[in-house]
């Protein structure tokens, strides 16, 4: 690994739509934590949200930020109580850093927690720079079979790790999803993992339809052309990656009775509700925030060859180029771009 440089090279969103390469100082690992070479990460919608309009909701970008958060690399230092052994290790990072001491921490829902500190979200940096922290235990080693870019893509797959654990899919449930962007592919893989057989996932796009069926989808449908088919299902779960009324409604018509709905995609933020189908089909109706410890699973389902995240790849940029990473990430055409920042 070398020597540790005191700069380094980072990507910074200056104001909505603009970006520039600035040298920054390497940040020193604090108690607890470790100091992360960075090697590759995802480019998610956030980040091309944050970039195209300046904000999510109600977190504003109002100084300048790094954005990206799905981040892999390997421990170059360590901070005070972090055993110098960790130097060297390949890890893929939990970008959650919760409190660790209000309620919601210590009742089991730390991804709730009001205080969490969370990679490319106002005002903390992200990872398209050249060096990280993170605590210690957020930074999970992962096996040499493992690929920068796979250990990357830990953090969309543990989006369906939860969302599949939030949905209760057992073995020979049948799963509708809504949307095969990356998100929907991830839900996919996630729910085959517990044992989903029937695996219905929609969308528009030719391509992603085409698509997901190599990422956990026994069946792909079109939400329009073949409603009728949609129409038909009662899935044991239903999983909403698209954020569109339409889909949601549809897919709430299509949850058994007694069956659940999760909430996964961010869209309209408001949408109205068929209160007489969740009450009498007694529809359990949840909603996902990001995920509470998915690595070991994600690590292991992904080295056992049961999930596939390299073959999501579809463009890789170097850190120079993260715009242009973040305008192809937009494209329909594209699953998951990758910027590259320090090549394996
Ligand atoms: P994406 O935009 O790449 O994918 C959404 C897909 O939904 C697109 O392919 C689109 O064609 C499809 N779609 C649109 N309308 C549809 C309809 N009526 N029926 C079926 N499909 C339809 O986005 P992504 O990166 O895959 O993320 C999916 C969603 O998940 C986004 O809304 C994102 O904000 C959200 N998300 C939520 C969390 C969380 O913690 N809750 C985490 C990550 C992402
Ligand atoms: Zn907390």
Redesign the pocket.
């Given at each position: 690994t070398g020597t540790i440089p005191t700069t380094m090279r980072a990507s910074v969103l200056l104001k909505q739509g603009v970006i520039e390469m600035q040298e920054r100082p390497v940040p020193t690992p604090g108690d607890g934590e470790v100091l992360v070479r960075v090697a590759s990460v995802g480019v998610?919608?956030?980040d091309v949200h944050y970039y195209k309009h300046g904000r999510i909701g109600d977190m504003v970008v109002t100084a300048p930020i790094v954005l990206g958060h799905e981040v892999s690399g390997t421990v170059v230092g360590v901070g005070r109580g972090v055993s110098e052994d960790r130097v060297g290790d390949r890890v893929a990072i939990d970008p959650q850093v919760p409190c660790r001491q209000c309620r919601q921490c210590k009742t089991g829902r730390s991804n709730l927690c009001p205080f969490m500190e969370f990679y490319a979200t106002p005002p903390f940096d992200g990872t398209f720079c050249d060096y990280v922290t993170a605590p210690a235990d957020q930074a999970y080693t992962v096996p040499d079979s493992l690929s920068d870019e796979s250990a990357a893509l830990l953090e969309?797959l543990s989006?369906g790790l939860w969302a599949a654990h939030k949905a209760d899919v057992g073995p020979g449930d049948q799963v509708l999803i809504?949307?095969?962007?990356?998100?929907?592919a991830m839900c996919a893989q996630a729910v085959r993992a517990r044992g989903a057989t029937d695996v219905v996932v929609?969308?528009?796009?030719d391509s992603?339809r085409e698509r997901i069926t190599s990422f956990g989808a026994t069946r792909a449908l079109h939400?329009v052309q073949d409603a009728d088919e949609i129409a038909a299902i009662r899935a044991d779960a239903f999983i909403d990656?698209?954020?569109?009324t339409?889909?949601v409604l549809s897919g709430i018509a299509s949850t058994r009775g007694g069956g659940t709905v999760v909430l996964?995609?961010?869209?309209a933020e408001e949408m109205p509700i068929p209160v007489q189908l969740i009450a009498t089909r007694e529809i359990n109706l949840t909603?996902?925030?990001?995920y509470i410890d998915t690595w070991p699973r994600g690590i292991a389902l992904t080295s056992a060859g049961t999930v596939h995240l390299d073959d999501m790849v579809t463009a890789r940029y170097p850190l120079e180029q993260v715009e242009d990473a973040l305008n192809a990430d937009s494209d329909?055409l594209s699953m998951k771009a990758v910027v590259v920042v320090n090549p394996a």
């Open positions: 998610c919608g956030s969309p989006v809504a949307g095969a962007g990356p998100i929907g929609t969308d528009f796009v992603r939400p990656c698209s954020g569109a339409p889909a996964v995609g961010l869209g909603g996902v925030f990001r329909p």
